[in-house]
């Protein structure tokens, strides 16, 4: 019940409530919880805070969007060596993907 509660504080732009709400130990770490707390986190500037918890969300499933917020969030830290790994990370996500679309495995006829 708490994370639909925290998503309607956090569409109303109350995200310092919605962290409030998440954050206890007794809230369950869904993939959902963390890409609240983690937006939530980044609306309040608090960079740090939201790099653990797209670190987390990583742990779902390794995509081209969390590396590309990650660097985002390392950039705007002053890590900038960090930040180029999770560029780099997301951008061969992102051509895994590409490999693996029905466009990518057509043949291509000549004309």
């Given at each position: 019940?708490?994370?639909?509660?925290?998503?309607?504080?956090?569409?109303?732009?109350?995200?310092?409530?919605?962290?409030e709400?998440?954050?206890?130990?007794?809230?369950?770490?869904?993939?959902e919880?963390?890409?609240?707390?983690?937006?939530?986190?980044?609306?309040?500037?608090?960079?740090?805070?939201?790099?653990?918890?797209?670190?987390?969300?990583?742990?779902?499933?390794?995509?081209?969007?969390a590396?590309?917020?990650?660097?985002?969030?390392?950039?705007?830290?002053?890590?900038?060596?960090?930040?180029?790994?999770?560029?780099?990370?997301?951008?061969?996500?992102?051509?895994?993907?590409?490999?693996?679309?029905?466009?990518?495995?057509?043949?291509?006829?000549?004309?």
């Open positions: 019940m708490l994370p639909v509660i925290a998503r309607a504080y956090y569409l109303h732009k109350e995200y310092a409530r919605a962290v709400l998440l954050e206890p130990d007794s809230v369950e770490k869904s993939y919880v963390l890409l609240l707390l983690g937006n939530s986190s980044l609306e309040l500037k608090k960079l740090d805070q939201a790099a653990l918890y797209f670190e987390e969300v990583r742990k779902f499933g390794d995509t081209a969007e590396n590309n917020t990650l660097g985002a969030i390392y950039f705007s830290l002053g890590e900038r060596d960090k930040a180029k790994v999770y560029w780099e990370r997301a951008k061969k996500l992102e051509q895994k993907s590409d490999d693996k679309s029905p466009a990518a495995n057509q043949k291509r006829s000549i004309p």
